[in-house]
């Protein structure tokens, strides 16, 4: 079944559909979460909230668009709620897990990982509203389209965020690399 199809059932009453549409997307609302707030705890956390929240609002889902944009909606509420609930700013530093399955070398696996903690630095240097725009078209794949439905910014809006964002990610990204060279000497 498709996960608007899924979402249908778990709307009629269903709710142990629900189960399908968790093992297929808690990995990607974890890392969703992991990468926006840097804290593993609160990302657990708020993964369990928005399936709840999915529980509760089931009967407002629409199938108009895809269920993984309805569910971004409710993931981007929880973690505004969150962060207006705690006022707390987390580092991205540890944010990024290994990639299981690959076999790397020693030093290309330490290579690989300060180069991902260098990008989570500059990651979280954006402001929020980058951020999540950034981790949601480019770690999950959303389209503008489907970023904009979410947050309530016009396409046009989110395309530019996006074109300034990256600009701007690198420039951090450039800085901070030049900064860990001139340690290392």
């Given at each position: 079944m498709t996960d608007n199809e899924l979402m249908e059932e778990v709307k009629r009453g269903r709710v142990e559909k629900l189960a399908?549409?968790?093992?297929?997307?808690?990995?990607?609302?974890?890392?969703?979460?992991?990468?926006?707030?840097?804290?593993?705890?609160?990302?657990?956390?708020?993964?369990?909230?928005?399936?709840a929240r999915i529980l509760k609002y089931r009967t407002t889902f629409q199938g108009e668009s895809k269920f993984s944009v309805w569910m971004y909606k409710i993931a981007h509420n929880a973690h505004h709620d969150h962060l207006r609930k705690r006022r707390e700013t987390f580092s991205l530093e540890d944010s990024y897990d290994e990639v299981p399955g690959i076999q790397e070398s020693p030093p290309?696996?330490?290579?690989?990982?300060?180069?991902?903690?260098?990008?989570?630095?500059?990651?979280?240097?954006?402001?929020?509203?980058k951020q999540e725009i950034i981790i949601l078209s480019r770690f999950h794949d959303l389209k503008y389209r489907e970023i904009a439905n979410l947050t309530g910014y016009p396409?046009?809006?989110?395309?530019?965020?996006?074109?300034?964002?990256?600009?701007?990610?690198?420039?951090?990204y450039g800085r901070l690399t030049k900064e860990a060279c001139r340690h290392e000497v």
């Open positions: 399908v549409l968790f093992e297929r997307y808690h990995v990607l609302l974890y890392n969703f979460f992991l990468r926006m707030s840097g804290n593993r705890q609160n990302s657990e956390d708020l993964v369990q909230e928005v399936f290309d696996k330490a290579e690989r990982k300060a180069e991902a903690a260098l990008m989570a630095k500059a990651l979280s240097r954006l402001p929020a509203k396409e046009g809006t989110i395309k530019a965020t996006v074109h300034r964002a990256i600009r701007e990610l690198a420039d951090i």
